[in-house]
């Protein structure tokens, strides 16, 4: 099993910036993927950033150029650095990890969320 907890969630003025973290400990196999989804109210949960454990990245077109993913793996963290914050990203964030288990079977993971509110 794997578990996953946030940090870092609050409340920040728009043009501001946050940073998410998310410890994962338990068995978790390389290579594997981490990332931050999030749902707004009323609306479906949706991917944000991810990154593999060989550091490659990619980012929701809404959060490009303003948020940063990365990565420590000998900590099993990954982080979000949220600049330029905008109302549209209040949220509950969510962390998530996706790996092969060693009898190569798909597991994926879930944080209990940190919100984001960002005020106007």
């Known amino acids: 099993q794997v578990q996953l907890v946030e940090s870092g969630g609050g409340l920040v003025q728009a043009g501001g910036s946050l940073r998410l973290s998310c410890a994962a400990s338990?068995?978790?196999?390389?290579?594997?993927?981490m990332g931050w989804y999030r749902q707004a109210p009323g609306k479906q949960r949706e991917l944000v950033a991810a990154i593999t454990s060989r550091g490659s990245a990619n980012y929701a077109d809404s959060v490009k150029g303003r948020f940063t993913i990365s990565r420590d793996n000998a900590k099993n963290t990954v982080y979000l650095e949220m600049n330029s914050l905008k109302f549209e990203d209040t949220a509950v964030y969510y962390c998530?990890?996706?790996?092969?288990?060693?009898?190569?079977?798909?597991?994926?993971?879930w944080g209990k969320g940190t919100l984001v509110t960002v005020s106007s």
């Open positions: 338990g068995s978790i196999f390389s290579p594997n993927v």
């Open positions: 998530n990890l996706w790996h092969l288990t060693d009898g190569r079977l798909p597991m994926e993971y």
